[in-house]
């Protein structure tokens, strides 16, 4: 069963352009999402997450925006760049999980120059 | 800091073997989780480790094991290899146990044939 779905699979972007991810939970235990970059033949490195506690969060060009009774949350990335080409995740982690992530299936975004 | 490493990056065993892969986590991090990512299945948890004790595992068989060292490197093990089992096995490190950020290493890649 998959617990975090992510859309859309794919995604082109023109340079500067605004590229929006989604995702949704269903376990209502989950209260840490974080969102990785993955670059080919590179392991996933940490973006920025959030918490339920505040509806948005934003670092630089990433802003994650959160609603807690919708179980959503998504990423932002302002004036995409042709470097931030890349696959993204979002996961999520619940209560008494220790650091197990529950990861969306992923989005593969290309920015075009 | 070095980062997370992992070995070896590239491994090709035969169906019916077993193999062993390596995590040498960041310096002072204590927790290690593995996690299997395939095209097909995404990312999925394997087992975490913090303190030597195994603390969470996904929802594989029992052919996926694995251990931490007292130094916090860890190993996994996949005996009776399957086809299946191919796939890109990454380590992620951190400083304790739930709620903290991730590290993840390049991976190691397996290929059964």
């Known amino acids: 069963q998959q617990q975090v779905k992510q859309s859309p699979q794919s995604l082109i972007v023109q340079k500067g352009g605004i590229s929006i991810i989604n995702c949704a939970y269903e376990?209502?235990?989950?209260?840490?999402f974080p969102w990785y970059q993955q670059f080919p033949g590179k392991g996933p490195a940490l973006l920025i997450a959030i918490r339920p506690d505040v509806s948005e969060k934003k670092e630089g060009r990433f802003t994650i925006s959160f609603n807690k009774s919708a179980k959503q949350f998504s990423l932002h990335i302002m004036d995409s760049q042709p470097g931030d080409s890349a696959t993204y995740f979002c996961a999520a982690s619940g209560n008494n999980a220790g650091n197990m992530l529950t990861f969306g299936g992923g989005t593969r975004l290309m920015v075009k120059p | 800091k070095a980062g997370v490493t992992q070995t070896p990056r590239y491994l090709i065993k035969t169906r019916g073997q077993q193999v062993t892969l390596s995590c040498s986590p960041i310096s002072g991090h204590r927790s290690v989780s593995w996690y299997q990512q395939t095209p097909g299945q995404g990312l999925q948890f394997l087992f975490e480790?913090?303190?030597?004790?195994?603390?969470n595992k996904g929802n594989f068989p029992g052919r996926f094991s694995g251990r931490q060292f007292s130094n916090s490197r860890s190993e996994m093990n996949v005996s009776t290899l399957e086809l299946g089992d191919s796939a890109l096995y990454l380590c992620?490190?951190?400083?304790?146990?739930?709620?903290?950020?991730?590290?993840f290493g390049p991976g190691t890649r397996l290929t059964v044939l």
């Open positions: 480790y913090f303190s030597e004790t195994q603390r």
């Open positions: 992620a490190s951190s400083t304790g146990w739930g709620y903290n950020e991730q590290f």
């Open positions: 376990n209502t235990a989950f209260d840490y």
